[in-house]
């Protein structure tokens, strides 16, 4: 009624201050429920043993790794300023029926920058690599898949210049470092190929603030770079772990344990 009555006046309008009859629907005095439309739930040992079944585009999440102390990462990817976490992982009707299918999804990564990118990630996935972004890198929405597809992928560390705040968090939380350029002009030297060694990966996390690690380019002789990581004694935690759900599993463990004492 008030749609019908706006657009006959021109403005927001209450039907009922028109002067004209209108329908008057009485409230029930109590709700009654049908109970026949209720099952109560299994015992919880009869329970355990239904199958949980799903469709072919719901997955379980990967495992989870804790990270190394060494590492050895090939920049696979240069990307701008400004990089969104749409460029970075892809929406739209294509792309979404696979949300729930992070291997599928990965396929995707970066394709509107760079569409070789998610085929060379996968091919060194097992070793690991890292991507290096430009200022505000992953500005935009709060999507989860912009950090765990590229983790899927073999991501474990980010050089940028700067991050946006939300994306920076879910990189954590999916125990990928997000390193800063300590000089931003060092962004115009790198390049795809390029190799960044990290050593005592574990000790840069723990202690925060600046790291140094080798660079050795596609072209040239090795040499230092400087780097510098930023982290909550909370975002310590969840990396030293290889992200936040292995550091809730861990605590789970923890309170059961506790529990059973």
């Known amino acids: ?21 209108y329908p008057r629907i009485a409230e029930p005095a109590g709700l009654f429920p049908r109970r ?14 239904v199958p949980l079944v799903k469709g072919p585009n719901i997955k379980t999440l990967p495992r989870f790794e804790a990270l190394p102390q060494r590492a050895v990462l ?6 701008g300023d400004d990089v969104s ?20 999804i990965s396929e995707f990564v970066f394709r509107p920058i760079d569409t070789g990118y998610a085929k060379r990630a996968a091919n060194a996935r097992e070793s690991g ?30 050089l940028a210049k700067s991050y946006a705040r939300i994306h920076k968090q879910n990189l954590i939380n999916y125990g990928i470092v997000p390193f800063e350029l300590a000089n931003p002009a060092e962004y115009d030297q790198l390049s795809i190929g390029d190799c960044i060694v990290i050593e005592g990966w574990l000790d840069a996390v723990e202690r925060s603030g600046s790291v140094e690690v080798e660079l050795q380019p596609g072209q040239g002789e090795p040499r230092p770079l400087a780097l510098k990581v930023s982290l909550s004694k909370h975002d310590r935690e969840i990396l030293l772990a290889g992200g936040a759900i292995n550091l809730w599993r861990t605590a789970v463990k923890l309170a059961a344990a506790h529990q059973a004492a």
């Open 1 to 21: 009624m008030e749609p019908a009555a706006s657009a006959l006046t021109g403005q927001i309008t209450d039907p009922r201050t028109l002067g004209i009859d």
């Open 36 to 49: 026949a439309m209720f099952a109560a739930p299994l015992d919880p040992a009869e329970a355990a043993k």
């Open 129 to 158: 690599h890292a991507i290096l972004g430009g200022a505000n890198y992953g500005q935009g929405s709060s999507r989860e898949h912009a950090a765990i597809a590229p983790w899927f992928l073999g991501v474990r560390a980010v």
């Open 74 to 79: 090939p920049i696979l990817i240069k990307a």
């Open 85 to 104: 976490t749409d460029e970075i992982m892809p929406a739209g009707a294509e792309v979404l029926p696979y949300r729930s299918n992070i291997e599928k």
